[in-house]
């Protein structure tokens, strides 16, 4: 009966993609630029900038996205 017992797969949607998603054509692009500038902008310091413009992401969410290791919508 439970042979085929399985845990759920975890599956969490991408933060920082929902934000691009979300955002204005112009403002997209400037973040896909801060997210290709990791010279310029830590982890850290583009989640705080963000945070302090309302949008919710994590360091570690920004990390995960530029390395590519982020669900896909």
């Known amino acids: 009966m439970l042979e ?3 845990p759920p797969k975890k599956e969490t949607r991408c933060k920082v993609r ?4 979300d955002l204005e054509p112009g403002d ?3 973040l896909l ?11 850290e310091a583009l989640a705080t900038a963000l945070r302090e413009r309302g949008l919710e992401v994590s360091a ?3 990390a995960r996205h530029r390395a590519g290791k ?3 919508d």
């Not at 929902?18 to 998603?21: A, E, G, P, Q």
């Not at 801060?34 to 310029?40: I, K, N, P, R, W």
């Open 60 to 62: 570690a969410g920004i």
């Open 28 to 30: 997209m692009q400037i």
């Open 33 to 43: 630029k801060a997210l290709g500038d990791q010279e310029s902008w830590s982890h």
């Open 70 to 72: 982020c669900t896909h």
């Open 4 to 6: 085929d017992l399985t």
């Open 18 to 21: 929902n934000i691009l998603r």
